[in-house]
Structure formats: C-alpha cells, structure tokens
C-alpha cells in the first residue's frame, strides 16, 4: 500500500510540473520550476516506458503493476483489457510475420486470411462498447486514450494494406475460404507453370506450341475474372509473372511490316495527288475589285478654300 | 428633289471596268456590314419610353437576368450533350477498331484493320463535312473568329441563327469522333453565341415560331449583349473556367462594358458550368459529386507536385519563347494553306472529299506510328478494379518518397472521380497493349488511339518514364502537322484542344530532357508540370489569347500557383510570335475580308482627316420625300449602302441649303414601305393604326429584301414624312477630324454611320465602318484595302 501511495503522490506531482511548464512556457522561466520541471518529467517517461523486448508475460505483469498502481479502483477491468492487449499483439505478429513471408511472389490472400480474420476480431473485440467485468470499456482505455492511439494505428495499417490487395475478391463471403473461382485459376495457373517448367530446357518454339492451349486458356479466364472484378493481388501478380514468362519465351515478331507501311504511304500519297489535281485543274477564285465612291480631294479643298478666302 | 453633294463625277475608264484578282489578305468584302449599336433615339422610342412604367423597367432588368440564366443552362446542356455523344461514338469506334487489331495480330492481316480504322474515321469526317458544306458553311472551323467579329460589331451573314448550331452540334460530333486532330472547345463558344442569340429574343425565326417574350431585346444593341454572355458560357462549359468566361468575352468584344453586364455574364457562364457538372454527374451516377465543370479536366494536379522554384522560371521563358516560334510557324503554314483552300479548293465536293483525305491520313499515321513504335512499359497496376477513394490516397502516402508513384495514383485516382468511366480513362495507362507483349502497354498508343482530351491528361498527369523521348518526338513533330492541315478544312472543329496536346507533349518531352542534361534535383522536373507550361505556351502562340488564355489555364487545372507561371509563359509566347506573325484567329478574320476594327486605329495615321477617309457623295433624302425616290435607290443594286443622311431645306437670305436633320436606315425606311406609311393615307384613313416600334422589331433581325416589297404606281407618287423615324441626332464630325478621332468614335460607341458635314451643317461624305478598317499597318508603312465583291 505504501508503494501505492508514494506512486498517486508521484503522479500529482507530474500534474503540477505539467502546470508548472505551462506557466513557464507563458512566463518568465525561473531556474528554480526549470529545475524541478525538468525531475518530475524525467520520473514519469521512466515509469510509462515500454519493455524492448516483446515478451507478453513480463510486459503484462509490468503494465499491470504500473497501471493497477496509477487507478487502484479499476482494477479487474484493466485486467480483462491487458487480456485483450496481449492478445492483439500476438495475432499482429502473426499477421506481420505471415504478410512478410509471403511478400514476393505475392501470395498473401490465399495465405493469411486466417490470420487477418483472428486480426480483424480481436480489434472488433476491443473497440466493441461491451464493457467488461468492472463496467469498464477496454475501447476507452486501450484505444483513445493517449495521443499516439496505437492500436487504430497499427490495426488501419493492415487493413489498408487488406484492401488495397483486394484480397476480399477472392475470399467467400466473410473471408471463410478461398472463392471457387480462384481455386480455378490457380489450378490453372499450375497446370501452365507446370507446362512452361517441361519445356523450358528444349526449344522454346516448342514451348510456345505445347503450352499454348494451356496459356490462352488462362488468359481468357483471367480477362474474364478482370470483367467480373473478381481479381486480388495474387492473381494479378502470377498474372503478370505467366505473362513476362510467356513473352520472354514466346514473343511474335512483327511481321506484317511491309503491308502496313504500303497502305500508309498510299495513304500519304493521297493528298499529294489531291492538291496537285486542284492546283491545275480547279479554276482559280477570283474577286472583283469595286471602287468606292471618294471625294476628290484637292479638287473639293480647292474650291471649298476658295469659296471661303 | 434629290440632293447630292455636287462634285464632279469624272470616272475615268480604267477603274470603271471591274478588275479581278486572286483572293488574297488585302480585301474588304461587301457582304459584310455592321450592327446597329447605337440606339436611334427617334419619336416612337420616346414615346415608347414615356408609356413605360417605372415597374416596366424593373421587369425589364429581371428578364435580363433570367434570360442569362437560361443562357447558361442551355449551353450547358448542349455541352453535356456533345460530350456523351463523342464519348459513346469514339468508345464504340475504338472498342471495335481495338478488337479488330487484337483479332488480326494473332493471325496476320492487319492491314486490314488499317483499312477498317480509315475507313470509319473517313465516314464519320464525311457526314461532318456534308452537312456542314451543304447546309451552312459558316459552321465551318471553330467559330470564335466569327465570334470575335459580331462582338467586334460585324454582322457575320447567319452566324447566330438556330440551323447554324444544329449543324455545328453535329459537325463536332463528327469531326471529334472521326479521330481528326480537333476538339469540341472552340465550337462550343460558337454554340453558346447562338444560344444567347435565340433565347434572348424569345422566338425563332427558322422554326417560325414566335414566344412573344422578350420583345424589347429584338435589336443588336440588346442582342449583342446577350451573345457576349453566350460567349462566356460557352468557354465556361468547355473548360470548367467561369472567371475565364467572362475574361474572354472582355478581351474579344469589350468596347461596352459596365459592371452590371459584366455581373450578368458571369451569372450566366457559372450557371452554364453548374448545369453541365450537375447533367455529367446525373449521367455518371455520381448526383451529389459535382465534379466535372468542363468539358476537358486537365485534372487538379497534386499539391505536392505544385511547386516551383525561382531558378525554373527562366526556363518557363524559354519555353514560351519555344511556344512562341511553333505557334508563328503554325500559323504561317496554315496562313498559307488556307489561301491555297480559298483560291482552289472552294467547291463543295472538293471540300468534303479533302476532309474525308484528312481523315483518312490521321488515321494511317497514327497506325503506322503505333504499329512501328517499341515503346512497351509494363502495366503498373491492374485497371479492372476501381479501388475507393482512400485507399489511393493512403498508396500515395505511403509512396511518399516516390513521387511519380505517387503522382501516378492521384491522377488515375482523379480521372476515376472525373467523371468518365475509370476504365476508359484508366485504358491510357494500360488497355492498350496492341503490339507489345503480354503484360505490357504501348506508350504510343496512349497518345494517338484515344480521344484528344485524355491524351493531354495522360501527358499531364502521368509519372516520369511513362513515355520515352522518341514517342514524345514523333508524337509532337505528326501531330503538329496533322493539326495544322485540319485546322481551316470544312468541318466544324476547334483549335484549342490540339495546340495543348502538341504543347503538352514538347513540353514533357522537354520536362524529361532537363535531368539528363542538367544537374537538376530530379523533383523539379516532374514532367507534368513541364508538359503544362508546353501546353500554355504552344497555345498562347497560336492564339495569342492573354489575359483570358491565363486565367482559363489556371482554372481549368484549379490552380492558382502556377498561374505567374503560365502568365510568363503566356507573355513571352505572344511576344516572340507577334514580331513574326499574327495569331490564327486575326489571320482567318483576315483572310475572310472582314471589316474588323481593332483596339486603335493603325499608328502615323493622324494625317488622314475624315475628308480623305469618308465616301462621298452621299445619297440622301429629304424629310418629306418621294416613295418612287426611296424605291428607286433602294432597289438599286449597284449601291448597298444602309443609312441616309435625312436633309432639310433651309433659307439663309438669298441662298437655299440643304442641312443635316437626322439619319435613317434601309431597315426602317423598308418596314415604313412595307406598312405604307405615306402622307396621302394618313390624311385619307385616319383610323389608320400608328406604326409602334413593335413593328420594326417583329421585322428584325430579317428585314424583307425590297424585291419582296411592291408599290403600285398610283403610291410611288405619294410622300413618306421621315421625320418621325429617322435618328433626329446622328454623330457627326467636322471634315478635318483626323482618322485616330473617327476611330475612336466608332470603337466606343459602336457606331455604323457618321455623317461628315462642313461648317454650316451641310452633308459632305459618310464614314462607315469599311471605310476605316480599309487602313492598315503592312510592312511599308500604311497600306489601304481593297474593297471586293464575294
């Protein structure tokens, strides 16, 4: 009880050297509230600081200790969030390590909505307005409380990085399971790697003839899923690689060079012709000039000036 | 009882005898006359105003403004309606051309799909140029030079009439989804004249139908007024730039302007703007985003991207000087083209079968240009999907330290919201993959197989590397002579869209040189803001538009930091082209013989009085004069002119002169005939009705020719009294004014007659508005025009 009391005591003396700060900001600054500013601000950031290591037991007994120490009468509320806090964290590496793994050649959605689901509840837990034993809402205290707002942070990361793979395209309903359709694709997508990977050490005209049923197959359901929005970022992806693949291998020369310039320059042609044609056979405009009626000057001054003198 | 000024008529042999020449710069024509600006203040007018209350003026003034506000919105419902029709028709076009390519590429014949492409271009050209050279040839070209002239005071022959607009509404339609290298800017400012010309006068005369409203604005005074609003609109349509509206009208016809009208017209450019955004976004479904004003959306550019720094504005010059010079030699090779058309290619079926040859040569220079280009990027990101709004923006975030990324996610993100379909516009970044390889897009292809507008916005707005420098080269050098062997053809399509995309790809092309051979942080020299200021400068040197041009820019891209920018740019562009050429509207208002009276009259032309300006004699009649006179002269087709001179006799002792007394019109004097308004008749029926001035305005605009009118020979004896209708207080000027003073005169009060008289009020000569802009600075000093019949 002892240690309760000398940390509330702390804690009142953090207030003030808050106001006191304050004033200094606004007033001259004293050595003296400098000074003592400067202690009572240096206690707190060591008794708020967060443990390096992530280890969830001794991180909880800590915050417990810190926290129960701080608001003695909230005590078994703060226990159930700190529950939920630990929670979070492990589900956030999870998702984390398994995003990471799957990075590149991306295949995040087949493999990680799992993860991302138990994510995406835990975070529903917390922010949900039930309020545990105690009568006391983990949203509050866990979520809005500090300036950093940790938690939303971290959680509106993922779920961005979620949405903008579009992985919901190719999940069912409520991200339960992959979607048939891209069950469909990837075995496709299979059997053309597979066909590239027999043909890849012999000619590759050869290639481009066996595999090719097997590539435009995939083609055409790719263009057809582009059609139904039905696409996540792990299509597109092996979309993109089959592609590349494919190209490389397979591209077609340009063979129609010499129809396609003929007809062009025929084309070119054309006006030449046109412009020649009218220049020597269209007969010329011409304008006929009127002249306007005009006082003869001189002759008019003349008179008018001699009339006058 | 005629009296002439009696100067000894000695036509010597030579000038009597018609001569003909080639149509060339120097002319006049005759078909072309002035609008009557200044009101004639005569007794029905007084007596008109007497009657009015004082509530009759109020309601006057609030019809003008409803009449502004409908301006607006059927302007932009025409814009609205242009815009579907072209984006429906080029999509079906491309998609087909697109599937043919696709289909023959796989198994040869793509000559074929050559042949198709040219052929659908060459149809849609067709009808375009059909309807315009069959049914009104003044719908040809952009418009704005005609514009410019009836704001200049210039009755263009049917420039403002209902046919000319259903045409040029078509003719657009056509040219744009025909794939020639125009835009449907310039035609809408013609088409928001028209509009303003209709509905202020609240009928029509084509559909012969008659709305009995708005009957006090049937002169040109109010109309145009009302046509410079309709100008506003349209810009303001085009381009989502409402102030540049308004600022455009100011620069092309402002010799009469208050605040009141200039209030109004910007009333009607931003109804205009509200009305296409609220229709496009209807349209698009997206009814509560306003967020298409314009026809074209250069798209906002990312603030991030905004900046630039004081060491680039020399660079900016440069560019606006490079604008400059390719503005002058565009003119100069379209200057000479279209004297080429004019003089040789002036038949109807030559003109289609040229336009439909343009047609056809863009179409196979854009194929062989893609066909022969290697310019392959890989697809960046999948198009197919049309991510939300936030996640682009948290891409970008992210991407922070890219900023082409990052650049690259705000346009598609922008072009997504702007209203076209995301996968249309999207397509400039990776539907067309054509002839490269799976997985890849051709970067030619972005520019040439799409629609002119999206083009600039792919230049503007796509990252760094997105073209390489040659397609950016060969893009330019086609372009620039595509656009300017179509510009001038029979069809009615603008300028405006063509100039930025030549800018804007010189422009980029010129952004992505500048770190290679420079030592410039490569922040500076994001290419889309190089692409911009290309884009300014190319336009400002073809057009030579100033503060309008700078002001549309940066309203068109939302920004108002680069407008010093785009300011210098522009100054510098017109600059450099002036010591070289005029701009391309001056050039064709030239070349079309119009009496066009700029801001000043020529410089060292002070020695000129009106005595050497004016023409003289002058047929003119007596207050009380014979109606067989008045048919005679006016029947007679030799002389075309429009206002008399009224006199009346007067004694001074022993001499007899004929003084000034007032000024009458051919209209009015044709609608006194036609109502019989004589002498004889009034004493004869005295309940005869009094002729109101609500008969000469059911007979504007279309005053019947006098062939139309018959008098019998028993009435040709009969006197009309002229006093009543006749203009009691003409300007007139002394005979020693000197020419800068008549000038001024008629640029500011818009006036079509002034009566020189001597110093007893006798009438010597009359200066009209051919008589002056016959004058002008050549390249030897003061040189005079001739005056011709076409």
Known sequence: MGVFVNYACLFRLLLWANALTFITAVNIASDATELSGDRALNRPSSFISVPHAFQPDSFRQ???????????????????????????????????????????????????????????????????????????????????????????????????????????????????????????????????????????????SELCKKCKTAYKQLDELYSKMEGNKTLCIDIEDAMNMTRQLWSKNCSSPRKEMVPVIAVSSFMLFLPIIFYLSNYLHSEQKKRKLIHPKRAKSSHSLMNIQDKFS | ???????????????????????????????????????????LFLEEERRMSH????????????????????????????????????????????????????????????LLWVVLNSAFVMVGAIIVTCFEPIAAGSGIPQIKCYLNGVKVPRVVRLKTLVVKVCGVICSVAGGLAVGKEGPMIHSGAVVAAGVSQGRSTSLKKDFKIFEYFRRDTEKRDFVSAGAAAGVSAAFGAPVGGVLFSLEEGASFWNQMLTWRIFFASMISTFTLNLVLSVYHNKTTELSSPGLINFGTFDLECVQYSLYEIPLFICMGAIGGLLGALFNLLNYWLTIFRIRYVHRPCLQVMEAMMVAAVTASVSFAMIYLSNDCKPLKMDNSEEYPLQVAQWLSERWSGNSAARQFVYSWVRVGQGGASPSLVFGVVSAFQLFCADGEYNAMATTFFNTPERSVRSLFHNPRGTYNLLTLGFFTLTYFFLACWTYGLMVSAGVFIPSLLIGAAWGRLFGVLLPNKTFIKPIWADPGKYALMGAAAQLGGIVRMTLSLTVILVEATGNVTYGFPIMLVLMTAKIVG??????????????????????????????????????????????????????????????????????????????????????????????????????????????????????????????????????????????????????????TVPQETSLPRVFKLFRALGLRHLVVVDDVNKVVGLVTRKDLARYHMGKHGLEELHLAQM
Not at chain 2, 80 to 102: R, T
């Open chain 1, 62 to 204: 800590f915050l417990t200790l810190g926290l129960s120490d701080a608001f003695p009468e909230d005590m078994e509320g703060t226990e159930n969030c700190l529950e939920l806090l630990s929670i979070f964290g492990q589900r956030y590496v999870t998702l984390a390590n398994c995003l990471v793994s799957y990075a590149r050649p991306v295949k995040v959605c087949q493999n990680c909505y799992t993860d991302y689901n138990n994510f995406e509840n835990i975070y529903k837990n917390i922010s949900s307005d039930q309020s545990g034993p105690g009568n006391v809402s983990c949203q509050d205290s866990l979520l809005w409380s500090d300036r950093l707002m940790l938690l939303p942070s971290l959680y509106s990361g993922l779920r961005d990085i979620w949405e903008s793979a579009a992985c919901t395209n190719c999940l069912t309903a409520y991200q339960m399971n992959l979607s048939n359709e891209t069950l469909n694709f990837l075995a496709k997508l299979n059997q053309s790697l597979i066909c590239f990977d027999k043909y890849q050490q012999g000619n590759h």
């Open chain 2, 1 to 43: 009882r005629l009296s002439t000024v009696d100067l000894e008529e000695d036509i010597d042999p030579v000038r009597s005898r018609p001569k003909e020449i080639p149509h060339n710069e120097k002319l006049l024509s005759l078909k072309y006359e002035s609008l009557d600006y200044d009101n004639s203040e005569n007794q």
């Open chain 2, 55 to 114: 509530m009759g003026f109020r309601c006057l003034e609030i019809s003008r403004w409803v009449i502004c506000g409908l301006i607006g919105v059927f302007t932009g419902l025409i814009a609205c309606f242009i815009d579907i029709v072209v984006e429906k028709l080029a999509g079906v076009k491309y998609s087909v051309v697109k599937k043919n390519i696709e289909m023959f590429t796989e198994v040869g014949g793509l000559s074929i799909s050559l």
């Open chain 2, 578 to 731: 002036d010591y070289f050429i005029e701009g391309l509207y001056d050039i064709h208002i030239k070349l079309q013989s119009v009496p066009f009276l700029h801001w000043e009259a020529p410089a060292t032309s002070h020695w000129l009085t009106a005595r050497e300006v004016m023409s003289s004699p002058v047929t003119c009649f007596n207050q009380l004069e014979k109606v067989g006179t008045i048919m005679d002269f006016l029947s007679n087709t030799a002389t075309n002119h429009n206002g008399f001179p009224v006199i009346v006799q007067a004694t001074f002792g022993m001499t007899c002169l004929f003084l000034l007394c007032g000024l009458i019109l051919r209209s009015q004097l044709i609608v006194l005939l036609k109502h019989k308004v004589f002498v004889e008749r009034a004493h004869s029926r005295l309940h005869q009705r009094k002729l109101q001035l609500k008969d000469f305005r059911d007979a504007y605009p279309r005053f019947p020719p006098i062939q139309s009118i018959h008098v019998s020979q028993d009435e040709r004896e009969c006197m009309m009294d002229l006093s009543e209708f006749m203009n009691p207080t003409p300007y």
